[in-house]
């Protein structure tokens, strides 16, 4: 008998040696819900934990050390970008997707900067998830199309400074360029500077589209 249960458990090990074990951080409970739901129907897929808060994904990941895991972008304590930094301090070779709603290039080039093997939408057909589960557990990066592109258009796009960001976060916020030099205590002549080069890198021509252009591709969420 006790024979018989040492095989059973040895069974079961190498079973769960088969599976991709996969952490789920993601802070709305429905979709978290419905991701472990449909991961647990395929075969060869197992999760073994689950949160909805930035920080305690890092130490969940410490303490299952997952072969894969699935990341959001926004959650409290910490966010999934400083998240996944932190993981990945503690092994570089951490597998990581992010999975948000947020498509902008700056959200998907943080991401990627920060070590995810993939970036996904969470309105990605679940045959493309899991598609994509299976090639970063096999050591591959998994990058749709669409996703690509974003992220070549990022990386071709000049930077903006941090002075810059600041001034676009303001002029996002409605203000004119004298209240924002007093807010920065810069003067009135730097902001307009500051402005034009804003409008030149972002290729717009009114404080409209530049607020436009910097909400698509996600600079006023950082």
């Known amino acids: 008998m006790i024979k018989v249960k040492k095989n059973d458990e040895k069974r079961r090990a190498a079973a769960s ?27 060869d897929m197992e999760v073994v934990a689950e949160t909805g808060d ?5 130490e969940l ?8 895991t699935l990341m959001d972008l926004r ?3 910490l966010d999934g970008v400083n998240a996944i930094y932190e993981i990945r301090a503690a092994d570089p070779n951490a597998r990581i997707i992010v999975l948000t709603t947020f498509d902008g290039d700056e959200d998907i080039y943080r991401g990627m900067r920060a070590g995810a093997k993939s970036y996904l939408l969470k309105d990605v057909r679940r045959e493309e998830l899991f598609q994509c589960i ?15 592109a974003k992220l070549a258009e990022r990386l071709i796009a000049e930077e903006l400074t941090p002075r810059e ?3 676009l976060r303001l002029v996002a916020e409605g203000k004119p ?23 030149r890198k972002l290729n717009v021509l009114s404080r409209t589209e530049a607020i436009v252009v910097a909400n698509r591709k996600g600079l006023l969420r950082l």
């Open 54 to 58: 930035g920080r305690q994904a890092v």
């Open 17 to 43: 040696d088969d599976h991709i074990r996969i952490l789920i951080a993601e802070d709305h409970t429905v979709v978290r819900d419905g991701l472990v739901a449909i991961v647990k129907q395929e075969k």
């Open 165 to 167: 960001l600041e001034v």
């Open 61 to 68: 990941w410490k303490q299952h050390r997952p072969d894969v």
């Open 134 to 148: 299976r090639e970063v557990h096999a050591g591959r990066m998994f990058v749709p199309p669409a996703v690509a």
């Open 177 to 199: 360029n004298k209240l924002i030099g007093a807010d920065l205590a810069i003067t009135e002549v730097t902001v307009k500077s500051h402005v034009q080069s804003v409008f």
């Open 75 to 77: 959650m409290p304590s």
